[in-house]
């Protein structure tokens, strides 16, 4: 019980700090444009944020580059979540404050199979790169996280040629979840995070610990709007220890 009242002492402290800053201004509507990877976390502590504050958070979910090119047409945005590169460039661009950069969480890279198929043996590099080898098709997004792992991953085994024939290159990773689950594609690159909220597709398990790499999801103010009071308060929010439990059971980790 002790763990239980703990988590609602840390909810009940964010809640009050939410309070204090939304009874300094009427409220607002802040506009998300977030990357798929911190979707799980958003859809769920998003509405809480609301609740506590009475600000309204408008989002948009998508792959990180597809947000990217959304910000330098000029789409209006108060928050941006994206990978860290992507936010270093939107920084550089002059989109997003750089004191407004918070780190936010990281998920693992794993494996998705279809629900109740036979597992493959990720355990060690060695049954991971037989796993792999073995598989008839492997689906991805071309620009997310897990594309960008697998394809240097591959070309690290020096297997990317005999692999290309598997190929099945999605936009985003909900694609490929789709895929695994209606069996066009027999394993599925993804951060955890983008897995476990999946009823149609299982984990085969994450990739070993001398190979693992991992999807960091960072937000920022876009210029316009970093002196924003709820802006300022969403930031807080999504870093606060508050959210944690949340973080952890959508499979990501803090990195601080």
């Known amino acids: 019980g002790l763990r239980v009242g703990r988590s609602r002492l840390a909810g009940a402290l964010v809640v009050g700090i939410m309070l204090m800053h939304s009874a300094v201004a009427s409220a607002e509507r802040i506009t998300v444009l977030c990357s798929n990877?911190?979707?799980?976390?958003?859809?769920?502590?998003a509405p809480q944020f609301e609740k506590a504050t009475k600000h309204e958070v408008a989002i948009s979910y998508s792959v990180s580059a597809e947000l990217r090119r959304r910000i330098e047409a000029g789409e209006r945005f108060d928050i941006a979540i994206l990978t860290p590169a992507l936010m270093v460039a939107m920084i550089q661009g002059g989109h997003i404050t750089a004191r407004t950069r918070v780190e936010l969480a990281r998920s693992p890279m794993a494996l998705a199979v279809r629900r109740g198929a036979a597992k493959p043996d990720v355990r060690t590099v060695?049954?991971?790169?037989?796993?792999?080898?073995?598989s008839r098709s492997i689906a991805f997004a071309k620009e997310g996280s897990g594309g960008v792992y697998l394809?240097?991953?591959l070309k690290k085994f020096g297997v990317f040629e005999q692999m290309t024939p598997k190929f099945k290159p999605t936009t985003t990773g909900d694609d490929v979840s789709k895929a695994v689950a209606a069996g066009e594609a027999e394993l599925g690159v993804l951060p955890l995070s983008e897995i476990l909220p999946v009823p149609g597709v299982e984990l085969a398990g994450t990739f070993p610990a001398d190979i693992q790499d991992y999807s960091?999801?960072?937000?920022?103010?876009?210029?316009?709007?970093?002196?924003?009071?709820?802006?300022?308060?969403?930031?807080?929010?999504?870093?606060?220890r508050g959210i944690n439990s949340v973080i952890e059971k959508k499979g990501m980790e803090r990195t601080k």
């Open 37 to 45: 990877g911190f979707k799980a976390v958003l859809q769920e502590v």
């Open 126 to 134: 060695d049954s991971l790169k037989a796993s792999l080898l073995a």
């Open 151 to 153: 394809m240097g991953l």
């Open 216 to 240: 960091v999801m960072v937000a920022g103010a876009s210029a316009a709007s970093s002196q924003s009071p709820a802006v300022k308060a969403l930031l807080e929010f999504l870093t606060s």
